[in-house]
């Protein structure tokens, strides 16, 4: 197939099902009851253009078919006019002199020659007027920033049904998250008043990733229908910090006070609950055992301290988790029915506002029924979109600010421009960008909320920045350059670096390119890179995704995957992933010799981007035959992107970019970008 024939690369050509004529190409299209409207309209199939007489195609005729009259139908790209007949060929004139035709001759003209048929693939849609212009003079927008929007994807997937959610709606996303905040406050409140601790670190944001993973409910961010209900990731973390949170102490009285303060909470909880008799005097003796080593013990050192906390640890734990294991699993299952109930009350308020639009969500999500191969493209929505409400938009210098209903949200021009860049790429029900605005302020609501916090500069050192860090550019480019990366498996509009990528939110994110949660991409060929959120079960459940597609595909297919190695205790993940039978490659960057690029990226300035990483980072090459010989990690391949890694490259390459003597003309380029 040519994919440079029409001037379209893959990603940008749109693809309807091909003429009658090229039964090769042709297959049964399933049959919903909704079609597929936006946010890129209909799926893509690299058929062939539809047959046509050449003056019909000179005049900007093109014949397309109707899945849902289940009969072709005919569309000028010049005029916009769509007709069902076959339109009649108009005489030629020239629409400079004689734009109304009137002083021309309405004599038939002769037919031009018409050439041999040549088999290649058109494009269907345009984006924009200016894509028409061809040769040197088109302009070639240049976006600067830590990405590169112009590589084209080489990822072809499974053709997928669109989805059920709702479009964004600032309404809907500000009530959500009104929701997602108190159920988080409550979580804190629970762990406090139930078992006198705080809520772990991060332990509320593991949780909505580890329930979204089996999460088959019909709301984008709060978990609603969930096997089992109490998470074991939430019961481990809570059960880790029973009876007090521990850790590494600095000095030797930090020690001795941590180890005393262990023993009279583990003390506290065995008197204050229904505990066995039996566990209530094996605690009793070994912490009054603690106790009079501490008084007798003069000049003991850090580690003696350390030990004694770990034997006592080892001696009452067991006795601990059993006494307080009802209630932990009590605030589980309640924080889990909260947000079930709270996903409901979403629900309802966004039936209300379609049904004044005269809309309605379907009752349950469309199963595939179909095995078609596409390029991959954008999450689409099974609805339309309802009239939006205004979100007050705030110039300044170096950021903006986007307001409605008194929440502020703030982001780097730069930023908005790359989602401005994103969004004219990939969504198409609003080419005159009247919801662009209502719809980033909902993405940037929705990802506040995630972290808990609203991402500003004064969060730099916030603890959720982890979540959303990303690879720094020269990584990225040397994973393009040497092992063909197209795509990233988890990113967001704002941290990626490719135009295309999978995303944790499909509905809010699918207007800036996502397409869709990782686990429900149906890949079959293509290179992709892999840096998950560390949760651990989602790492799992994508490394046996992984496998799987490398299992069920003969085509190229290539995943690079980082994760931290985190060997105490060593994550089931990182050894699922060490053991695959397509691991071709494993390497390991040690602590603090590399760095990534802050989660809060969108928000921060320049010189407090860069992260030294405090874990080591495995990097793992998963290769099935054919993706191995098209990108092998060679020891050149594998030297150089180890390089890329190394703390301040990614300053050393800006700096090089701006002095480089073609940075003149460049950066003329890049300033004109995106103005309008």
């Known amino acids: 197939m040519n994919e440079e024939a029409d001037g379209k690369t893959p990603e940008d050509r749109p693809s309807w099902p091909p003429a009658e004529g090229n039964s090769t190409q042709m297959t049964q299209q399933p049959q919903h009851t909704h079609m597929p409207t936006t946010p890129q309209g209909a799926p893509v199939n690299q058929g062939f253009e539809y047959e046509l007489p050449y003056e019909l195609v000179q005049q900007g005729w093109k014949k397309f078919w109707s899945k849902r009259e289940n009969r072709p139908y005919f569309w000028n790209k010049l005029t916009g006019e769509s007709l069902w007949e076959m339109p009649v060929v108009k005489p030629q004139f020239d629409p400079i002199t004689d734009p109304l035709g009137i002083c021309h001759n309405a004599a038939p003209v002769a037919p031009l020659p018409q050439p041999a048929p040549i088999h290649i693939p058109l494009s269907v849609g345009k984006r924009r007027a200016s894509d028409d212009l061809g040769g040197p003079q088109a302009k070639k927008f240049v976006l600067a920033g830590p990405w590169d929007l112009d590589v084209q994807t080489n990822v072809i997937i499974l053709e997928r049904p669109p989805c059920i959610f709702m479009h964004s709606h600032p309404e809907i996303e500000a009530y959500r998250c009104a929701l997602l905040a108190k159920l988080r406050q409550c979580y804190q409140e629970l762990c406090h008043s139930r078992e006198s601790i705080d809520a772990p670190k991060d332990s509320f944001n593991r949780w909505l990733m580890e329930r979204k993973v089996i999460d ?69 003796w070994n912490v009054d055992e603690t106790f009079q080593w501490l008084r007798k013990t003069v000049g003991a050192t850090y580690d003696d301290f350390q030990d004694r906390l770990a034997h006592l640890k080892q001696q009452c734990q067991p006795h601990l988790t059993e006494t307080v294991r009802v209630s932990v699993e009590g605030i589980c299952l309640k924080i889990y029915n909260l947000s079930c109930e709270y996903a409901k009350k979403v629900r309802e308020k966004s039936n209300s506002i379609l049904k004044e639009h005269g809309m309605e969500l379907p009752p349950h999500p469309f199963l595939s029924q179909t095995t078609r191969k596409v390029w991959c493209y954008p999450v689409q929505f099974a609805i339309g979109c309802p009239r939006l409400p205004v979100v007050e938009y705030v110039p300044d210098r170096d950021q903006a600010m986007l307001r409605f209903q008194g929440d502020a949200l703030a982001i780097n021009n730069t930023y908005l421009q790359k989602l401005e860049h994103l969004y004219r790429h990939n969504c198409f029900d609003d080419r005159k960008f009247e919801l662009f605005i209502p719809r980033v302020w909902t993405m940037l609501k929705r990802y506040a909320t995630f972290f808990g916090v609203n991402p500003s500069p004064g969060a730099a050192n916030a603890d959720v920045r982890d979540t959303q860090a990303s690879l720094p550019v020269t990584v990225f480019e040397c994973l393009n350059r040497a092992f063909g990366v197209s795509f990233e498996c988890f990113a967001s509009p704002l941290n990626c670096y490719f135009k295309q990528y999978c995303s944790a939110f499909a509905d809010c994110d699918s207007y800036f390119g996502s397409r869709g949660s990782f686990l429900h991409l149906k890949a079959v060929s293509g290179s992709f890179a892999a840096n998950p959120p560390y949760c651990e079960e989602l790492m799992e459940a994508s490394v046996n995704h992984m496998e799987r597609l490398l299992n069920d595909s003969p ?47 969108h928000v921060l300035n320049r010189s407090e981007l860069n992260v030294r990483s405090n874990h080591a980072t495995v990097i793992v090459w998963l290769q099935n035959v054919s993706g191995h010989q098209r990108w092998e990690p060679t020891e050149e391949r594998v030297n150089a992107l180890l390089e890329t890694f190394r703390p301040g490259r990614e300053r050393e390459r800006d700096r090089q970019e701006l002095l480089s003597p073609t940075r003149q003309g460049s950066t003329s380029e890049k300033q004109d970008v995106l103005v309008h």
């Open 216 to 284: 088959t409910g019909y709301d984008p961010l709060l978990p609603s229908n969930c096997y089992p209900e109490i998470s074991l990731s939430m019961y481990k973390e809570i059960m880790n910090d029973i009876p007090i949170k521990l850790v590494r102490p600095k000095f030797t009285g930090d020690a001795r006070k941590q180890l005393s303060r262990y023993a009279e909470a583990a003390k506290s909880i065995m008197e204050s609950r229904n505990s066995e008799p039996e566990s209530r005097k094996v605690v009793k």
């Open 555 to 601: 085509e190229p297919l290539s995943f690079i995957v980082l994760m931290p190695d985190y060997r105490e205790p060593t994550p089931t993940a990182l050894l699922r992933l060490e053991s695959s039978q397509f691991k071709r490659r494993q390497v390991t960057i040690p602590a603090y010799e590399h760095e990534f690029r802050h989660g809060f990226q």
